[in-house]
């Protein structure tokens, strides 16, 4: 599985009602549920928010995104998508991950 970092910005935030964000809550429950969702959440400057899914591949998340209500109805009317590559004890903090060994500076 990879992750996947989703940021969300230009939020429409006078469109927000209590069935919208009920409906993104139950989206986000769901995700939860799957063991797809990692984690989420709003910018404490109430600007944008992110969430961090663990997908198969980018198509899988882009569509997980697109089917989040807050995208939908146009909340939000941006997001951006990029793979993370995760670093943790097991890979080492990707000490030895061939895109860190290549931004070494000889």
């Known amino acids: 599985m990879t992750c ?5 910005s230009d939020k429409k935030a006078e469109s927000l009602t ?4 009920q409906a993104h809550v139950n989206h986000l429950q769901s995700l939860s549920n799957r063991g797809v969702l990692r984690c ?20 899988t998340a882009e569509q997980l995104i697109k ?5 939908a ?15 943790n004890a097991a890979n080492e903090w990707l ?8 931004n070494l500076i000889p």
């Open 73 to 87: 109805a146009g909340y939000y009317k941006q997001f951006q998508l990029q793979e993370v590559i995760e670093a």
């Open 95 to 102: 000490l030895q991950d061939p895109q860190t060994r290549q």
């Open 40 to 59: 989420c959440g709003p910018f404490a400057n109430n600007q944008g928010a992110m969430q961090l899914l663990e997908c198969s591949d980018r198509q």
């Open 4 to 8: 996947f970092l989703a940021l969300f």
């Open 67 to 71: 089917a989040d209500p807050f995208i």
């Open 18 to 21: 209590t069935e919208l964000l």
